[in-house]
């Protein structure tokens, strides 16, 4: 167990070799490398005012998120690639990501989603790839993917 720790620890490491705080209140919590930003891990309930407009891989997993504000992204139209799992999120408001059009991957593994509103995915025509697994979802509404043609991963 401990050698599994040990080993997480120094790929975590080695993925952030040149990133440094990020500027700005708020956000100086995380860490930015180029466009990416990873608060990963960080102690937030919720998500951190100042998030670079120029974002494109935003790694929000393992923090205490519980809720999401539907313009929390929209100014965030480079987004290439989310992270939210394991958090605490219960719902999530259908403009979610909806200015969000070049998405390619989108992940909320291991929340507490009990229902996904049937068009939170209907902007994000890009996405490769989406993972919802491991929440409190009975089944998923049929018409979810509907716009996301480009899937590959579920
Ligand atoms: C997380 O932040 C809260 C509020 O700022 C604080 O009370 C708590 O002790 C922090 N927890 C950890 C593990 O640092």
Same mark, same amino acid.
């Given at each position: 167990?401990?050698?599994?720790?040990?080993? =997480?620890?120094?790929?975590?490491?080695? $993925?952030?070799?040149?990133?440094? +705080?990020?500027?700005? +209140?708020?956000?100086?919590?995380?860490?930015?490398?180029?466009? $990416?930003?990873?608060?990963?891990?960080?102690?937030?309930?919720?998500?951190?005012?100042?998030?670079?407009?120029?974002?494109?891989?935003?790694?929000?997993?393992?923090?205490?998120?519980?809720?999401?504000?539907?313009?929390?992204?929209?100014?965030?139209?480079?987004?290439?690639?989310?992270?939210?799992?394991?958090?605490?999120?219960?719902?999530?408001?259908?403009?979610?990501?909806?200015?969000?059009?070049?998405? $390619?991957? =989108?992940?909320?593994?291991?929340?507490?989603?009990?229902?996904?509103?049937?068009?939170?995915?209907?902007?994000?025509?890009?996405?490769?790839?989406?993972?919802?697994?491991?929440?409190?979802?009975?089944?998923?509404?049929?018409?979810?993917?509907?716009?996301?043609?480009?899937?590959?991963?579920?």
């Amino acid at each position: 167990m401990l050698y599994v720790v040990t080993v =997480i620890v120094i790929v975590s490491l080695l $993925k952030q070799t040149n990133a440094l +705080p990020c500027s700005g +209140p708020q956000i100086s919590v995380c860490d930015c490398e180029d466009t $990416k930003v990873y608060c990963y891990g960080r102690n937030l309930t919720t998500l951190p005012s100042n998030i670079p407009i120029t974002t494109t891989d935003l790694y929000l997993s393992n923090t205490y998120i519980s809720t999401l504000a539907e313009d929390a992204f929209a100014d965030l139209v480079s987004l290439d690639s989310i992270v939210l799992s394991n958090n605490a999120l219960s719902s999530l408001p259908v403009e979610l990501f909806s200015r969000n059009i070049n998405l $390619k991957s =989108i992940n909320l593994d291991s929340n507490s989603l009990s229902n996904i509103p049937s068009e939170l995915f209907s902007s994000n025509i890009k996405l490769l790839a989406i993972s919802v697994a491991n929440n409190a979802l009975g089944s998923l509404p049929g018409e979810l993917f509907s716009f996301n043609t480009n899937l590959e991963f579920m």
